[in-house]
């Protein structure tokens, strides 16, 4: 058996990976028939889309989201001696999520450049995600 | 609210205890635990104070209990543990105790020295009987027949006839790491003149004292002449050898030896005897002592107490000054009024003001308790200052969870902490001592909320055991940028890194709606992203936390009255602190939103513009981020300079105006306060009730006032506030490398050793078998590193953001807690 370094796939090893990814069911049966990495084969084949990420839809879920907890919560914490503590608890929390998920997804709103990949990722995404 | 947002109010009672009553009552109260003792005779030393022959008498009735228990240890037993409520028990029966305790321990001394002189008897019998049973038979064979052989020329020794030489004999045992010494210095100072014959017992001897068994080497020395026996006789002494008498006939060894084995039986049935009383004995000691010390124990806490109250003059009755819980009040009178019926009379408490900072006083349940812990390892809070643990309950574990957010190890932490806190009721659990456990166990609730949060935050980074997981469609299409770029595969075979631009239509598809997107961690330049993005989260975090902390400053300053703090410390602070600080956060956010990848090569960089922003200069190759921002940058930094001698000035100008303001107008105030309230000032803080606060506290203070001190303790806080702020800031940088840290490791791993093991075989079967080691070394290494090392690493340093950082906003940490008096510390 020969041993493989696995860091760097080499040509023979794009086209193992493109048989075995070949034998996945991914997308339609156009891919199956697809002949091995040639330089027309991808100009007349339909794209399947992929799906646009909406900006307001993630921030009116979210948002909604802990400012209930964080909001509306507190109106519903039993009386008893811990009261304070949990409307405390339930605040910070609501807090501390929601800013840090707005920073998240405000860092990528717009991006000022693009992910670097390798050849082999390219190849490897191109027919995995799409 | 509940009470864990400042400490409780803690009143000085004073007790009037009648001196028959003063014991049951000082026992009635460590029993319930409500009042913390201040010491009224601390001027005087601990052996001129009243109840200091009880407390003699107690410590001496433990050392007798210390020997007892040392007996019992020593004896291989247990003492069980004390059942049911064991009060203090009155003076009287100290003595019962005394006397019960002095007579066991007497018995079990006598029995201990009888076993002991019997174990020696015995050994010594033991060792004769051995000694004569052992075969020297060569020795003696020669002794008769050789008694006047050929041999005799050679042994013969210069000077002296032969004819009187008669063999004696010397048989004894001696040790045998000394047999080969006391050989070699008999043969150098009597050679010639002797035999002596070595040899082992066959069976090893139990040391009387030690127990240790020991295989004893017995001698027959067979000599000639009177002075080589004394010779002989010395030596053996000096060596501690036991020497016994040996009879030459075989006959009458024999009988001997039939005589000590008689004797050394009816030393053994003797010696069992003694030991089945000696294990009675024991038996009395194990039902008695427990109780005993603990009643003992409490005897002597409640005498301690007792000396801490001063005497009246009167001598009828103990005055005892103590903290007490205002909540606690009526049960403490309760308390005092039960104990002292019984003896007819009326123990009562009142309340007094008190000059001095009450005790903090903060009631936890085992939840809160170990938050409060970490608040108060810094510092217990000055009386009735905000106390910042409820918050800390959620900062805490976040801050922790944005330095080490996997999901991987957040989950397994998760688990760890709540293993714990669902068998925390087992008794095995709760009694282990183990002092790491006892740690790790105590804050089983904080790994409980560290791995929740960092499950929450290992999801928006999108790391789990370093991968990434793709829960939506990723926000960037390659298929995109492929085929608009023209990426044929012989390009891409030609071009090993190629960059997606999000310029080009398609390829980027909006944000990823939870979390960093999974595109990232393929790329090879993620770092890059990631480091923009978890330093200026970094900066957003810390600059909310900050003022989140000059805000509770704000609850400290309303509740003791110091309204003019809000006006001239809060308000400058806040402006200072978010007009710059916040400023940046602005910038960075405004950015975010704003700058698109359309203009990504002169998008306008923060860095610069904020350098620009303090030396008031222009970097033309700069662009603005939006129209005018250079003047409102100007009004900004002049703001925040202006509101530095505000604050340097502001409170001590203010407390130097009222000062005077009082001074000029003494006599009117002074009445008006006596007839307002009748009670004296309290400390500068203004703690206590409300009329208090009012307006009395400042009179007396205000006579004490020196400017000097004011004006420095200002210029101190505000040189540690503005040069705070800047380093403050950067110190949250913190969370970004750590987290940096954390996912770079956690990576390392995975490639080093799973993708490895993973790669590995093409056959299913090797690949199986390979993968369980190579998964155990995984295992245990993200456990040993990424887990212990890498949580304790994030756990200092968000306690050092909550520390420093934020509680130097607010906290001053200067209090001390109460300590009731209490027997449960005594009660283990």
């Known amino acids: 058996v020969r041993v493989r370094k696995p860091a760097r796939l080499t040509a023979s090893g794009a086209r193992l990976l493109w048989r075995m990814l070949s034998a996945l069911p991914s997308g339609g049966p156009e891919n199956l028939q697809r002949p091995p990495l040639g330089p027309s084969s991808r100009l007349g084949i339909p794209r399947p889309a992929m799906t646009a990420h909406s900006f307001a839809l993630p921030v009116i879920i979210f948002t909604t989201f802990w400012g209930l907890i964080g909001i509306a919560g507190p109106w519903f914490v039993p009386k008893g001696p811990n009261r304070g503590v949990i409307i405390t608890m339930l605040v910070a929390t609501a807090v501390c999520c929601y800013l840090f998920w707005l920073i998240a997804i405000l860092a990528q709103l717009n991006p000022l450049f693009g992910p670097q990949l390798k050849n082999e990722t390219i190849w490897y995404v191109r027919f995995l995600w799409e | ?828």
């Open chain 2, 1 to 828: 609210m509940g009470s864990m947002f400042r400490s409780e109010e803690v009143a000085l009672v004073q007790l009037f205890l009648p001196t028959a009553a003063a014991y049951t009552c000082v026992s009635q109260l460590g029993e319930l635990g409500l009042v913390e003792f201040r010491d009224l005779n601390a001027s005087v030393s601990a052996f001129q104070r009243r109840f200091v022959v009880d407390v003699r008498r107690c410590e001496e009735l433990e050392k007798t209990f210390t020997f007892l228990q040392e007996e019992v240890r020593r004896a291989g037993l247990v003492l069980p543990r004390p059942e049911g409520r064991l009060p203090a028990p009155p003076p009287r029966d100290l003595l019962r105790i005394q006397e019960e305790t002095e007579r066991l321990a007497q018995e079990l001394r006598d029995v201990r020295g009888n076993q002991q002189s019997l174990r020696v008897q015995l050994h010594q019998l033991q060792l004769h009987a051995a000694v004569l049973g052992q075969g020297h038979g060569p020795q003696l064979a020669t002794a008769h027949t050789y008694g006047a052989s050929e041999r005799t020329p050679l042994l013969q020794a210069p000077g002296g006839p032969h004819q009187d030489l008669r063999v004696n004999f010397v048989a004894g045992a001696v040790e045998p790491h000394k047999a080969p010494a006391l050989e070699r210095l008999l043969w150098r100072a009597c050679r010639g003149f002797l035999i002596a014959s070595f040899s082992e017992l066959e069976r090893p001897l139990e040391h009387p004292v030690t127990g240790e068994p020991a295989t004893w080497m017995t001698f027959l020395i067979s000599y000639w002449g009177e002075q080589i026996g004394q010779k002989i006789r010395k030596i053996t002494d000096c060596f501690h050898c036991h020497v016994f008498p040996f009879l030459e006939q075989e006959e009458a060894r024999r009988a001997a030896l039939q005589q000590l084995q008689q004797q050394s039986q009816e030393m053994q049935e003797v010696l069992g005897e003694t030991e089945r009383f000696l294990s009675q004995v024991l038996g009395r000691v194990q039902q008695l002592l427990p109780p005993a010390q603990v009643q003992v124990r409490k005897m002597k806490a409640v005498y301690l107490a007792l000396n801490q109250c001063s005497v009246s003059t009167t001598h009828k009755c103990l005055i005892a000054e103590a903290w007490c819980a205002t909540r606690d009040l009526p049960a403490l009178q309760e308390a005092l009024r039960d104990s002292s019926a019984e003896e007819g009379v009326s123990a009562v408490a009142h309340r007094i003001p008190s000059r001095d900072m009450p005790p903090t006083l903060i009631r936890t349940n085992r939840f809160t308790a170990s938050f409060q812990g970490i608040v108060d390892s810094y510092g217990v809070g000055r009386y009735q200052e905000v106390n910042p643990a409820p918050y800390t309950i959620i900062t805490f574990p976040f801050l922790f969870a944005v330095m080490f957010g996997d999901v991987g190890h957040g989950l397994l932490m998760f688990l760890f902490a709540l293993a714990m806190v669902l068998a925390e009721n087992r008794p095995a659990v709760k009694a282990a001592q183990n002092e790491i456990w006892q740690t790790f166990f105590g804050g089983r609730y904080l790994l409980l909320l560290m791995g929740l949060f960092s499950v929450y935050t290992g999801f928006i980074y999108n790391e789990c055991f370093s991968r990434a997981s793709s829960i939506f469609p990723s926000g960037w299409s390659v298929a995109a940028m492929a085929n608009q770029s023209g990426w044929s595969d012989a390009f891409l075979a030609q071009h090993t890194m190629l960059t997606l631009d999000p310029n080009v239509t398609g390829v980027f598809l909006g944000p990823y709606p939870f979390g960093i997107d999974p595109i990232w961690s393929l790329a090879a330049n993620h770092l890059s992203f990631l480091n923009s993005f978890k330093m200026k989260m970094s900066v957003i975090l810390g600059v909310v936390h900050m003022a989140f902390g000059v805000v509770l400053g704000v609850f400290n300053h309303m509740h003791f009255g110091q309204r003019h703090r809000l006006l001239l410390e809060t308000l400058p602070e806040l402006t200072f602190l978010l007009g710059l600080f916040g400023y940046l956060v602005f910038l960075v956010i405004y950015k975010w939103l704003h700058v698109s990848a359309a203009s990504a090569a002169s998008a306008p960089s923060i860095l610069i513009h904020f350098i620009n922003m303090f030396l008031f200069s222009h970097s033309p190759t700069n662009r603005p981020l939006y129209p005018q921002q250079e003047v409102v940058q100007a009004m900004l930094v002049v703001l925040a300079l202006a509101m530095v001698p505000v604050l340097l000035l502001g409170t001590p100008l203010h407390l130097l105006c009222r000062h005077r303001r009082r001074r000029r107008r003494p006599t009117g105030r002074k009445e008006d306060k006596a007839g307002l309230l009748g009670l004296p000032d309290a400390s500068v803080n203004g703690w206590g009730s409300d009329e208090e606060k009012a307006g009395g506290l400042e009179d007396e203070q205000e006579a004490e006032l020196v400017p000097s001190e004011v004006f420095m303790h200002q210029a101190i806080h505000t040189i540690e506030f503005c040069l705070g702020c800047i380093s403050n800031t950067a110190s949250y940088l913190r969370l970004w490398a750590l987290s940096l840290a954390h996912a770079q490791l956690s990576e390392v791993l995975w490639a080093m050793v799973m993708r490895i093991g993973l790669g590995l075989g093409r056959e299913v079967g090797v690949a199986a078998v390979v993968l369980v080691p190579i998964f155990a070394a995984f295992a245990v290494m993200t456990v040993a590193i990424l887990l212990v090392m890498e949580g304790l690493s994030a756990f200092l340093h968000a306690l050092r953001l909550h520390w420093v950082e934020f509680q130097n906003k607010f906290y001053s940490g200067t209090g001390y807690k109460l300590s009731p008096f209490t027997f449960a510390a005594t009660d283990d």
